[in-house]
């Protein structure tokens, strides 16, 4: 499993529901409202034999009312 970052940023008044539909996917990891430029903090572990954009696409950017994301890979540390 690959473990990777996503950081939301929701059209306005929709983190509520954007958190909502995530969680209902039961795909992630942990999932947090945070303050700052981003709505929601979300902590995802992908499976080895998924291609990373196409899993986060077809599970997670098809939410509606997404506006941006950025998405944060991890690797093993030294």
């Not at 795909?27 to 945070?34: A, D, F, I, K, R």
């Not at 998924?50 to 890979?73: A, C, K, N, P």
Request: hydrophobic share 40%; net charge negative; glycine share 6%.
């Amino acid at each position: 499993m690959q473990c990777v970052f996503v950081q939301i940023q929701c059209k306005p008044g929709q983190a509520y529901k954007v958190a909502d539909a995530i969680a209902l996917k039961e795909v992630h990891s942990e999932l947090y409202s945070t303050s700052g430029q981003y709505d929601l903090l979300l902590k995802i572990y992908v499976p080895k034999d998924q291609d990373i954009g196409h899993y986060l696409s077809d599970t997670i950017f098809s939410v509606e009312g997404i506006e941006r994301t950025l998405t944060t890979m991890t690797f093993t540390a030294f």
